[in-house]
């Protein structure tokens, strides 16, 4: 069966850190290209990430450049997200999404997410 | 950046009946070199993962109904559901491929049963 299944996500303080991680399964990870979307409470897909198959690219939403890092371990099938410097307005559902290849970036796969949520 | 905008936010079809959605993309995600459009259309039902639906703004997924159409080129374009069913209460976003990243989505539409 294909699917992913996001980890990770919690109640964190402002500033702090989380690491999301992403378990794949059914199809082959290792060339596929992979991404992060979240959703805040009841609003639309954001864009937050995007990694290569082998790792060289990686590509970032402006609105967490410098703060998150997307990566992947190919030989556990996992894909990762590093968040740090935590703010209220990156509250959302953290979803990974299998991107259908290096040229043609929409979604052909996603996961149900995990929640993140940031307050005091 | 490429901004999607949809219309309408919300819409109410009784069961049976045709929805409409619609997209427009600030810059033209039709590829003229290979005639295609770089647009997707995905739904999302409640408490679910989104779900792709269509891509190349009217190539249909494996297993979605036909009753499920794209259509449209350059920046505007239009999700049509033929004959509205329960199952397809969602929330629907059309998406651009066309030289990511960024990649970006349109608001939603949320689509209800009047």
């Known amino acids: 069966e294909v699917q992913m299944l996001e980890s990770g996500g919690g109640l964190v303080q402002p500033g702090g850190s989380l690491r999301l991680s992403c378990a794949a399964s059914?199809?082959?990870?290792?060339?596929?290209?992979m991404s992060w979307v979240r959703q805040a409470p009841g609003k639309g897909l954001e864009w937050v990430s995007v990694?290569?198959?082998?790792?060289?690219?990686?590509y970032y939403a402006d609105s967490v450049k410098g703060r998150f890092t997307i990566s992947r371990d190919n030989s556990q099938n996992t894909l990762f997200l590093q968040m740090n410097s935590l703010r209220a307005e990156d509250t959302a559902l953290y979803h990974c999404?299998?991107?259908?290849?290096?040229?043609?970036?929409?979604?052909?796969?996603w996961g149900r997410g995990t929640l993140v949520t940031v307050s005091s | 950046d490429i901004v999607m905008t949809q219309s309408p936010d919300s819409l109410a079809v009784s069961l049976g009946e045709r929805a409409t959605i619609n997209c427009k993309s600030s810059?033209?995600?039709?590829?003229?070199?290979?005639?295609?459009?770089?647009l997707a259309w995905y739904q999302q039902k409640p408490g679910q993962p989104p779900k792709l639906l269509i891509s190349?703004?009217?190539t249909r997924e494996s297993g979605v109904p036909d009753r499920f159409s794209g259509s449209g080129s350059g920046t505007d374009f239009t999700l049509t559901i033929s004959s509205l069913q329960a199952e397809d209460v969602a929330v629907y976003y059309c998406?651009?491929?066309?030289?990511?990243?960024?990649?970006?989505f349109g608001q939603g539409t949320r689509l209800e049963i009047k």
């Open positions: 999404a299998k991107i259908y290849n290096n040229h043609y970036w929409y979604f052909d796969l």
């Open positions: 059914g199809f082959t990870f290792s060339s596929s290209v």
């Open positions: 990694i290569s198959s082998s790792s060289a690219n990686t």
């Open positions: 810059q033209s995600v039709l590829d003229t070199s290979y005639n295609k459009n770089y």
């Open positions: 190349w703004a009217s």
């Open positions: 998406q651009h491929y066309n030289s990511p990243p960024p990649i970006t």
